[in-house]
């Protein structure tokens, strides 16, 4: 909910600040030959076309200053996985480094899901060379984000009952999210 209402004042922000600057609608400055009218256009455009994308589950301050941990989508991806997406996200311009330990695989190694009513752990499955599954790899060696650039991460875990429709994430460096449903 906050999320949809953060985005309605950004977009009316945007639209304010375009309509006192020009007069012209947001449509009108997609349309306009002029350099700042389609930049402008543009820019209104993929918040507005990005918007659905941006709904994020829950938030939390990780350890390092001045980024947060986004949850993105808990989904069940076959009859024994589940699928978590998540991203690491920052307002500093200049950017930050969050592989404070050089090896990328640390920032989902220790990840799990934690089903309550089974009193169950379940780590991020690996691969056969023992490796997280995940969209990071070893190799990594630049995880820089930015305000424009936040770093994305999925991880395997394997699945619990089907008849389990809530769990908790627990990813490193930061607060657990509890008692989240996933989607089947």
């Known amino acids: 909910m906050l999320n949809r209402l953060f985005a309605a004042f950004t977009l009316s922000v945007i639209a304010s600040v375009q309509f006192s600057c020009s007069g012209a609608s947001v449509a009108e400055l997609a349309d306009s030959g002029s350099d700042v009218g389609s930049a402008a256009g543009r820019s209104a455009k993929a918040v507005i076309a990005s918007a659905p994308e941006l709904e994020v589950l829950a938030v939390s301050a990780y350890t390092l200053d001045g980024v947060s941990i986004e949850l993105l989508n808990i989904s069940r991806t076959g009859a024994d996985a589940i699928t978590v997406r998540w991203q690491y996200r920052t307002r500093v311009v200049e950017g930050i480094h969050l592989d404070t330990s050089d090896d990328p695989l640390d920032l989902m190694r220790d990840a799990y ?14 691969d056969n060379t023992g490796q997280p599954v995940t969209n990071i790899h070893s190799d990594n060696t630049s995880l820089i984000i930015t305000p424009d650039a936040p770093l994305v991460v999925s991880a395997k875990f394997p699945a619990p009952p089907d008849n389990i429709k809530r769990i908790s994430v627990y990813l490193p460096g930061v607060r657990p999210f509890e008692d989240l449903v996933f989607s089947q």
């Open 113 to 126: 899901l934690y089903d309550r009513v089974h009193k169950k752990k379940y780590m991020v499955i690996k």
